[in-house]
Nanobody
Framework: QVQLAESGGGLVQAGGSLRLSCAASGRTISTYLMGWVRQAPGKEREVVACISWNSGRTYYEDSVKGRFTISRDNRNKKSYLQMNSLKVEDTAVYYC?????????????????WGQGTQVTVSS
């Protein structure tokens, strides 16, 4: 079992930056693919980024490419999402998620473990 807890959300103006953190407890995450999933009001959850167990592969949803960067620290059981040049449309609840390595990680239904979510609000 893996327990995930996000932090770092908040209110920021458009063009600003935020860094989300995900702290894992329980089992090591070194064999898990880690992802960040968001859900905007009235919309379905979408995977915005994921990173393979050894950081050798990353995926970004088209709308965040070049603005968001996912990273991980297996030793300290953490995952991060650096979000730059934030837009109003990035407003959402952001969830940290994990799935055993082998999954592609680009679909929401692939993930087995979820954090409680952290709110990111971008104002114009």
């Amino acid at each position: 079992q893996v327990q995930l807890a996000e932090s770092g959300g908040g209110l920021v103006q458009a063009g600003g930056s935020l860094r989300l953190s995900c702290a894992a407890s329980g089992r090591t995450i070194s064999t898990y693919l880690m992802g960040w999933v968001r859900q905007a009001p009235g919309k379905e959850r979408e995977v915005v980024a994921c990173i393979s167990w050894n950081s050798g592969r990353t995926y970004y949803e088209d709308s965040v490419k070049g603005r968001f960067t996912i990273s991980r620290d297996n030793r300290n059981k953490k995952s991060y999402l650096q979000m730059n040049s934030l837009k109003v449309e990035d407003t959402a609840v952001y969830y940290c998620a994990a799935v055993q390595s082998g999954a592609a990680g680009i679909r929401v239904d692939e993930y087995d473990y979820w954090g409680q979510g952290t709110q990111v609000t971008v104002s114009s």
